[in-house]
């Protein structure tokens, strides 16, 4: 039976929970909301298809990738669609062409009060749930054996996911059923808490007393694509945009442990296409990407992916790139984490979310002394 022992082990995909035949494991949230597998040993029987079917491992499954991926810069035809992604609307092209074939689609959305989960998406309408980034992990629980059912039914699926969700599910599909499986991954910084999420929204209603309907986490309609700013809509009609999710983010102080191992920051992908920001796009064109509205990163990896690409490049302005020009650090290694991880967690766990956003984050006195520290670290190394 699989046991987790160590928290970087375990990156949640729910493979193990969604194999066993006889629901002997449950998906259960830690402090910071990352679910990880717990077995009822009365429910077990000891047949270790849960550890047979662990996808996070160098081992993952690339035998249907190409010698190499094939790379472009690419952008959507339509401006609309770029405008209401989060980068070049690469997955809109990808998606709206399994949907346009009877397929569905599945990608992380919002449930709940912008709780962020994987979703069953057979409309274009409801496909549009999963534009923009979402700096969540998000909660599978139930949708591998979705997407099973749906393969067996002869439905294309699309899924779209980071890495280490695309390798689960090919590892809990099983070959037989790979044939109707398109797969999206994406080039994943590492993952943030659901909870700390969650305590972000609860803070931000108390500050300015009404309710949030509308999030974004990395608006680009006032400064642009390369920027990060996240933004919020409230009952009112009130906008307000901070940094304060996007501080804790890049601190990598709130990230999945899993995610300081991952196995899969490299171009041997373990899905059919891959998708980024696509940083660097100058070096292909000054005027690919001028309007600052956004330009994706599309890896094609697979033979399958080949095919598809040429019915979905009808809708994209595409340019042939490489690996020389394309590099990002996440596909040469995974991200650093803060040295105060360890601590942020326990603090949070016991503590709250007021103490760790005034210790860690970017508001409060310490914060400020902080900033001073560096700058006068910084005027006496000059």
Wanted: glycine share 6%; charged share 25%.
């Amino acid at each position: 039976m699989i046991q987790i022992t160590n928290k970087a082990d375990c990156c949640g995909c729910t493979a193990c929970a969604s194999v066993c035949a006889h629901h002997a494991i449950n998906m259960e949230p830690d402090a910071l909301g990352f679910l990880y597998p717990k077995v009822d040993e009365k429910k077990c029987i000891d047949c270790g298809l849960c550890e047979k079917v662990c996808a996070f491992n160098s081992n993952y499954d690339r035998s249907l990738n190409l010698p190499s991926p094939k790379i472009y810069a690419a952008r959507h035809k339509d401006i609309h669609e770029v405008e209401t992604s989060r980068s070049g609307a690469a997955f809109i092209a990808i998606s709206d062409y399994i949907l346009e074939q009877g397929g569905v689609v599945y990608g992380a959305g919002y449930t709940d009060h912008f709780r962020v989960v994987h979703k069953r998406a057979t409309t274009k309408n409801e496909r549009n749930d999963f534009k923009g980034s979402k700096y969540v992990q998000s909660d599978l629980r139930g949708i591998f054996t979705l997407v099973k059912e749906d393969l067996r039914q002869g439905l294309t699926v699309l899924f779209s996911g980071t890495p280490c969700q695309t390798a689960g599910l090919t590892s809990y599909i099983g070959k037989r059923l790979r044939e109707n499986l398109i797969l999206v991954d994406i080039v994943c910084h590492g993952v943030p808490s659901p909870n700390i999420w969650k305590d972000y929204l609860t803070y931000l209603e108390k500050k300015y007393k009404q309710k949030i309907i509308k999030v974004d986490f990395r608006d680009k309609s006032r400064i642009g694509w390369n920027g990060h700013i996240e933004s919020f809509v409230f009952e009112n009609k009130m906008k307000k945009e901070s940094t304060i999710y996007t501080y804790l983010f890049y601190s990598h102080i709130m990230l999945r442990p899993s995610c300081s191992k991952c196995y899969y920051t490299n171009y041997n992908r373990p899905s059919d296409f891959t998708l980024a920001d696509y940083w660097g796009w100058e070096k292909l064109s000054s005027e690919f990407n001028k309007d600052n509205k956004g330009c994706s990163l599309l890896f094609i990896n697979t033979k399958k992916g080949e095919i598809c690409f040429e019915d979905i490049k009808r809708n994209l302005n595409i340019i042939a790139s490489n690996k020389s020009i394309c590099c990002q650090h996440n596909l040469k290694q995974p991200s650093i984490f803060c040295n105060k991880s360890q601590d942020f967690y326990k603090d949070y766990q016991y503590k709250g979310f007021n103490y760790i956003l005034k210790r860690y984050g970017n508001v409060g006195f310490r914060f400020f002394l902080r900033k001073l520290k560096n700058r006068i670290y910084k005027i006496l190394k000059i």
